[in-house]
């Protein structure tokens, strides 16, 4: 299928690369943090552990397909700049491990973090460059199952989980807003608007809780957790 979203959108403009330095890098950096975090997953939940290293392969393949497209359009990623963007999550997903709460965990990478990709990648493809676009389109049929792993295992350990959720979602959804209010210009500079970021975010996540057990009330509550004050 062939789209014509942004028809003036110049892939080689300075304007572009500058912005895709960075966003290339986030989602480089992401997707090295979701293959770490899928190993550290796996060693905590022994049952699912060769099912948690297959996703972390897929995580390091979906790494390389992302640097693909930055050396595609000639652009270096900015990984300084992609380190500090993650570090909240960062340290937030390490305390939680080193302290054995894997429902944390899981909510960080394989809720927020997944939904974060997801909205990302279905924004992203319409107005990508035709080498990207092929790339992410693989990538975000991965990422929905990698959601899926988060919201079954959750909807298994539900009523054990709640309490942990609404505590990791209160502690982990307001950096998501200061995640996204970060990289507002450069998404704009690439054809992604925020709103629908925004948009596309809060239905994927807002799906997943609905998914692992909760009723609407609390979906409302937890998804917009921090959006106003961001
Ligand atoms: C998990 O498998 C991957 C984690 C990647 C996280 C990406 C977050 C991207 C947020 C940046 C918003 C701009 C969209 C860029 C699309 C290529
Ligand atoms: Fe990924
Ligand atoms: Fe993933």
Redesign the pocket.
Known sequence: MSQVAAPELDFSSEVYKDAYSR?NA??IE??QE?HENYIRLAEMLPDFHDDLVRLSKM?SR?KKGFESCGRNLKVTPDMEFAKSFFAGLHRNFQEAAAEGKVVTCLLIQSLI??C??IA??N??IPVADDFARKI?EGVVKD?YS?LNFGEVWLKENFEASKAELEEANRQNLPLVWK?LNQ?END?EN?A?GKDA?VEDFMIQYGDALSNIGFNTRDIMRLSAYGLRAA
């Open positions: 966003i986030i989602v992401g997707e979701a995580e979906h973090i997944e974060f990709a990302a990648y924004i992203y992410t990422e990698h995640m990289v998404a690439m992604m970021l």
